[in-house]
């Protein structure tokens, strides 16, 4: 029996709210009072660097204030758009007053195609008209409203990913994918081109996307838009817009990737879907490499009414009544598991790259940590598409209950925690606590340690998950689990027999693996099992030698240098975004296609065709 190979993380890379996800910055702001004063130093230094402040040898109070302020959920800020003055147009419906018919005079060319019936036109001179209007009439009026949803997750102020590469017309969701995933690349600490000189182009994957789409005015918002406010559609805007242009970004101008690529969107649970997408693939051995990530730009303001309307977002109203004020608290507008009121919308890019344990050892990778499985399950029958169901219960169970067979009961009894999907939901605390509570219990857990990273960063939909995954690889790095400091208080619906919700950071050293949960609308349930980098240093000097471990490490130092590197060069803002327009084009006539294989120019290792059939029983050959 061949050996299954396991996939392991050896790089990440984004941005969302919290700052940047290389060297566990995000993660750092989260549990920014537990760092020592170095750590904290550094991670000051690298927000400063990405809010465009001048770096300094020491931040004095007013200054890390000032820093801490521009990151994590607060209002609205008005590069997305103006919480007081949302635009609006107001139907007016018009009346002739005792038969004086209403007169305005336009530019002929500004009259519509189709003449209302009750407009009377008559030419003036230079191209103008004069209308009368008799009887009644309908108007649009521009008009502002203040937003009632004035809280997100935005990235820190003072970053604009459109200013570190030449990103004309690009919606924001793609900036943020091509920042991100460069991000995730230069971390990795190993040449791109040594990776694609030891692979086929065939054995690497992208798979990423967004749920949402581009809705900025360089993708669909503009696009639907455009007729109402008299403008023209762009020829960019349609294909920009698709809510796979984030793998296809990463594919043509960041990795040069010809191997396989696309996104399964599933709601909430949309970076799980591709990280089992990209498992599966390194478990099989059909990919060796595989960059999993997604991004969401979704702060515009009608995503907010989108969601509002389903009155599934915190509204300001709502805050204010929550804590009996007359002022909204946008800093804790998420509170999972406390009392709240509903989620908050979040911007965020994330990536992961995968390899296969063979050659991350063979390339003297960084291994974060691995991730053993990732499982999917859908709700059944559903009297609501918002509503829980079932789906998750299977999804935990079994995530839970392979990595007890994996790992030893031991592990996830007593050294385990959970990443909860934590929305920020009346009904989520509820339906989530309950479902956790009754896994604690039966693989014997009595007080499971729960964190819900959205108390930080906010929702960022397709990315969510991905934003868990980024501080629980912090969290094996640091120790500390982020805690619910938000939430100020555990609910009293809240299921918590068998369960621990920190209301501040706490310390977590010896954890063997860190469950992640999702719930998605439409009944999108995904657990991944995310296995911590000592266990997985364990488990694979059981399959390799200690002399190939030893060269491992050897190679590993070198790794490192060049990842120190990256984060001395990123940190005093030289981002060193990989953005290769129209560079290292392939002519399809300098293909070499043989009966047996395809040679790609500028790789060293050919494509194989397939010589035999998996179908044995079927073949007719």
């Known amino acids: 029996m061949s050996k299954l190979r396991l996939p392991v993380i050896v790089s990440m890379g984004g941005i969302n709210a919290a700052g940047r996800s290389s060297g566990h910055h995000a993660y750092r702001r989260m549990v920014f009072d537990k760092l020592d004063s170095s750590m904290q130093y550094d991670t000051l230094s690298s927000l400063a660097s990405m809010c465009g402040l001048e770096l300094t040898e020491s931040f004095s109070v ?17 590069n997305h758009f103006d919480v007081e003055n949302l635009s609006w147009m107001t ?14 005079e336009c530019r002929r060319k500004q009259l519509p195609r189709d003449l209302p019936p009750n407009w009377v036109v008559q030419d003036l001179a230079d191209d103008r008209v004069s209308v009368r209007m008799e009887g009644q009439g309908r108007l649009f009026v521009p008009n502002t409203r203040i937003a009632p949803v004035q809280s997100a997750g935005q990235l820190p102020t003072g970053f604009d990913p459109a200013n570190l590469y030449p990103s004309r017309f690009h919606p924001r969701g793609l900036q943020m994918s091509v920042v991100a995933a460069s991000d995730a690349l230069n971390n990795m600490g190993l040449a791109w081109e040594s990776l694609c000189a030891a692979l086929p182009a065939d054995q690497i994957a992208v798979y990423s996307g967004s749920v949402m789409a581009q809705l900025d005015d360089n993708g669909y918002g503009g696009l639907l838009q455009s007729r109402m406010k008299g403008g023209r559609v762009s020829s960019k805007q349609l294909p920009l817009g698709l809510n796979t242009m984030p793998a296809d970004f990463v594919n043509a101008y960041v990795l040069g990737s010809l191997g396989a690529t696309g996104s399964v969107t599933g709601a909430c649970a949309t970076f799980l879907y591709n990280l089992r997408m990209g498992v599966e693939d390194i478990q099989s051995g059909r990919r060796r490499v595989v960059f999993v ?14 969601y509002g309307a389903m009155s599934a977002l915190a509204t300001d109203e709502g805050l204010r009544k929550l804590d009996g004020s007359d002022k909204a608290d946008h800093r804790r507008a998420s509170r999972p598991f406390g009392e709240n009121c509903g989620f908050t919308l979040a911007e965020s890019a994330q990536y992961i790259v995968l390899m296969d344990d063979e050659l ?4 003297g990778a960084e ?6 499985d990732v499982f999917i399950n859908a709700d059944g029958y559903k009297k609501s598409i918002s509503a829980p169901g079932p789906g998750n219960y299977i999804t935990l169970a079994k995530s839970m209950a392979a990595s007890a067979a994996l790992l030893g009961e031991s592990s996830v009894r007593d050294r385990s925690y959970i990443q909860a999907h934590g929305s920020s939901t009346p009904q989520n605390r509820v339906t989530e606590s309950r479902i956790l509570d009754k896994m604690a219990r039966n693989f014997g857990i009595n007080s499971w340690p729960v964190s819900a990273v959205k108390a930080y960063v906010g929702h960022s939909l397709a990315p969510a998950s991905a934003d868990q995954m980024m501080a629980v690889l912090g969290q094996f790095a640091h120790g500390w689990l982020p805690g619910l400091k938000t939430s100020g208080a555990i609910a009293d619906d809240v299921y918590q027999d068998n369960l621990n919700f920190p209301l501040d950071d706490i310390e977590l050293p010896d954890r063997d693996v860190a469950f992640i949960n999702s719930k998605g609308f439409g009944g999108n349930n995904a657990t991944a099992a995310v296995v911590h980098p000592a266990k997985v240093e364990e488990m694979l000097s059981k399959r390799y030698d200690k002399e190939t471990m030893n060269t491992y490490q050897a190679k590993l130092e070198q790794t490192r240098e060049q990842r120190a590197q990256y ?18 084009m392939i002519e399809e006539s300098d293909l070499d296609l043989q009966r047996d294989s395809l040679r790609i120019p500028g790789w060293d290792k050919v494509i194989e065709l397939p010589s035999s059939t998996p179908y044995d029983d079927l073949s007719l050959s």
């Open 360 to 363: 991350a050892i063979e390339m």
């Open 91 to 104: 139907p007016l419906d018009t009346h002739d007053r005792a038969g004086k018919a209403m007169e305005f």
């Open 293 to 306: 990530g997604n991004a969401e730009a979704p702060l515009t303001s009608e995503v907010f009414e989108g």
């Open 367 to 372: 291994i974060y940590g691995a991730v053993s």
């Open 567 to 584: 984060e001395a060069s990123v940190s005093k803002g030289d981002w060193q975004v990989r953005y290769r327009f129209g560079e290292g």
């Open 62 to 78: 007013e200054q890390q204030q000032d820093v801490l302020s521009r990151t994590l959920i607060r209002q609205v800020e008005q």
